[in-house]
């Protein structure tokens, strides 16, 4: 955009209509370059001389100047208060070949400046200024056309929306190529009396090549290597100063007006806003802070049709117009909904940095963002990264992602927004069911943590969950999947557990975890089909569990709980424990904390087992456990207790005889135990 700055300047004020095609060149040029019409404009020139096919244009300025006001919202560092903006553009000679004045614009097959243009735009009132100032090198525009732009009618009802038509007009804007040797500048600013501080600095940008801009698309845009340098104060006061660089820079597609098309009202449904753009070989360095980046990616950003008369909004807002409360958080929902993007991403990130006399040091091979849009995401991830502190911890991990998410209902957003009451007041439900995704995946692979000074460490091969709601925001569908995860046995606090562990000899802990609950609405049925907790050298439990009676109406009214209660219904459960050493260590342990035998100290576990299970069992089943466990702890392989009512059994009925009759519970429940089996 910056490419066409001069060109479009000698053309964008008035209209190529009021220019009659039969006038001489010095004239259509005298009358397209009066703009004194427009307010706070001014531009002046030298002599206009015509040699051969070309016109000569001698010391074009341009001054701008607009007073910017609190009334309007207008703030700079977050005060308010009243600022002059001031922008004047300096070109000592323009030369225009092939110039050709039509009745639908005018034509150039090139425009090119011999010299450096100046350019400087200042920001300030009594808080305090922002100046930048420098200049143009090599600049010329090959193959430009500039339409003819209709006069916009006074409408004092409509003072944003009256705009649309020569926004329309300026997409026929037509430019070949436009190329910038090199493009540099100044900054300094002073914010101190408004919060802000003092920054100095400056940049250039070299070999800056656009091409292909026709129907209000530009087509390509490269540019060659950029670098900055800024001197600020850093949080304690002291001046700092940031350098950063990029070699390559490259925009595909970028489509400058086709969102205003998107806002009028039947025109056309979706565009794609930005093809591509990438940056490569990023470099940053700022108070010992060493940043790298191979490359910035994005692809794909396209723009539907709002759901929301945003033109209509900000004519109704600037007219003083009533507006609902409500409308601007409509607003800013649908735009941001009309969005959607492809692929983002970073790769070979690379920090390092020095913090309290130790490096910090961080490698990440990618960042990942894909299929963002209004129904949900496609992924989240990051690949690769390796993180360290030193003489504290060393990182790393494969992957960590999230992905496949599906987004609620946006009708539950729209509720919220329409509520009357504060955030902080609207239904908790409400707000679960507007903000929590309907689905998700997520994930996280080849961890590793190890501590510097010590042994102790922690590993994971994998971690994988995924949840899924048909009853927002109930969970319909949960799995959980870890995979070789250890951690030493040293970084548990829980002395019951440090006591089984140091009985086992156990230095490291392992644990692998499998788990999956789904609901199914046709049959009403709540299923755990998978459940595995395996501690390794400790013990595996595993089991199934269904329970029945949990219709639709119950899940959409989870604040009465007390519905599922007279619904639901147990089917079956069954649970195994596979010993693998933690009854031996509980034993031992035991025995130990007694001062008995081994075989004394069963005796009391089992005892003590029976007399809890006493009041929830006749002297029947109370033979049966006593047998079984006795079994069990003789010879620790494995126990069973299985739940297998007749008919499903009410919940509603369980808790009645728990509180009446417990010692019936085993026989309504049809309690079987099994040891060793």
């Not at 493009?183 to 070999?207: H, M, N, P, Q, W």
């Not at 820079?249 to 591509?276: A, K, M």
């Not at 005796?603 to 079994?631: C, H, I, W, Y």
């Amino acid at each position: 955009m910056k490419a066409i700055s001069a060109a479009a300047v000698l053309f964008v004020f008035t209209a190529t209509s009021q220019v009659n095609a039969q006038e001489d060149v010095r004239g259509a040029l005298e009358t397209w370059l009066n703009v004194n019409d427009v307010p706070g404009l001014a531009l002046t020139h030298g002599a206009i001389e015509e040699r051969d096919d070309q016109t000569v244009i001698e010391d074009i300025k341009l001054e701008y100047q607009v007073t910017l006001d609190s009334e309007l919202g207008v703030h700079v560092n977050g005060v308010y208060g009243t600022w002059v903006l001031d922008f004047s553009l300096e070109i000592p000679e323009t030369v225009l070949h092939g110039l050709e004045f039509r009745s639908d614009g005018v034509e150039a097959s090139k425009i090119s400046y011999p010299e450096d243009m100046q350019y400087l735009l200042s920001l300030a009132s009594d808080r305090g200024r922002i100046s930048v100032k420098g200049g143009v090198e090599e600049y010329s525009v090959e193959g430009f056309f500039f339409p003819a732009l209709p006069e916009i009618a006074d409408d004092p009802d409509r003072p944003v929306s009256r705009f649309v038509p020569l926004i329309r007009a300026l997409q026929e804007i037509r430019v070949d190529r436009a190329g910038m040797g090199l493009l540099y500048g100044e900054i300094d600013t002073d914010l101190s009396d408004a919060g802000g501080g003092v920054v100095s600095g400056k940049f250039t940008r070299r070999d800056i090549v656009l091409s292909g801009w026709e129907n209000g698309v530009i087509g390509a845009y490269d540019s060659g290597e950029a670098r900055e340098e800024y001197t600020y104060p850093d949080e304690n006061g002291k001046m700092t100063t940031q350098v950063a660089s990029t070699r390559e820079l490259q925009f595909r597609d970028y489509n400058l007006f086709g969102s205003v098309d998107l806002l009028q009202l039947g025109s056309i449904e979706e565009t794609v806003v930005l093809g591509s753009m990438i940056q490569r070989g990023y470099l940053s360095n700022v108070s010992g802070q060493r940043t790298s980046i191979d490359e910035v990616l994005i692809e794909g950003v396209t723009m539907k049709r709002p759901d929301f008369d945003v033109l209509g909004y900000m004519d109704s807002l600037i007219t003083g117009s009533e507006v609902d409360d409500t409308q601007f958080e409509r607003m800013y929902l649908e735009t941001l909904r009309s969005f959607s993007l492809a692929r983002a991403g970073l790769r070979g990130i690379s920090v390092d940095a020095e913090q309290d006399g130790n490096q910090i040091d961080l490698n990440l091979s990618q960042f990942l963002l894909s299929d963002l849009g209004s129904e949900g995401l496609g992924e989240f991830s990051m690949t690769d990264l390796e993180f360290g502190v030193e003489n504290f911890l060393d990182m790393n991990f494969e992957k960590i992602f999230i992905k496949d998410v599906d987004f609620p209902s946006v009708s539950w957003m729209r509720q919220v927004i329409d509520s009357p009451e504060i955030l902080e007041d609207v239904d908790p439900l409400l707000l679960a069911r507007a903000f929590t995704p309907t689905a998700l995946t997520a994930g996280l692979g080849k961890l590793s943590l190890q501590f510097a000074g010590t042994d102790d460490d922690l590993l994971l091969n994998s971690f994988h969950t995924r949840f899924e709601s048909a009853v927002s925001p109930i969970p319909t569908l949960f799995e959980l999947t870890i995979d070789g995860f250890e951690i030493s046995a040293d970084m548990i606090e829980d002395p019951d557990a440090v006591v089984i562990f140091e009985g086992l000899g156990i230095e490291k802990i392992a644990l692998n975890e499998d788990f999956r609950i789904a609901w199914d609405e046709a049959t009403g049925d709540v299923t755990i089909d998978r459940l595995v907790f395996d501690l390794g050298n400790v013990g595996k439990v595993s089991g199934r569990m269904q329970i029945g009676g949990v219709p639709r109406f119950v899940l959409e009214n989870p604040e009465k709980p007390e519905a599922l209660m007279v619904t639901a219904n147990l089917k079956s459960l069954e649970l195994d424990f596979e010993n693998a050493g933690a009854v031996e260590a509980i034993v031992t342990a035991r025995a130990d904390n007694d001062g008995t035998s081994e075989v004394e100290a069963q005796t009391a576990l089992l005892l003590q087992a029976l007399n809890n299970l006493s009041p929830f069992a006749s002297k029947e089943v109370l033979a049966d456990v006593e047998a079984e466990l006795s079994d069990f702890l003789e010879n620790p392989i494995s126990f069973r207790v299985t739940l297998k009512p007749e008919n499903p059994l009410p919940v509603a009925q369980i808790a009645a005889g728990f509180m009446t009759s417990p010692q019936t519970l085993p026989q309504l429940l049809g309690l079987t135990i099994e040891a060793n089996h």
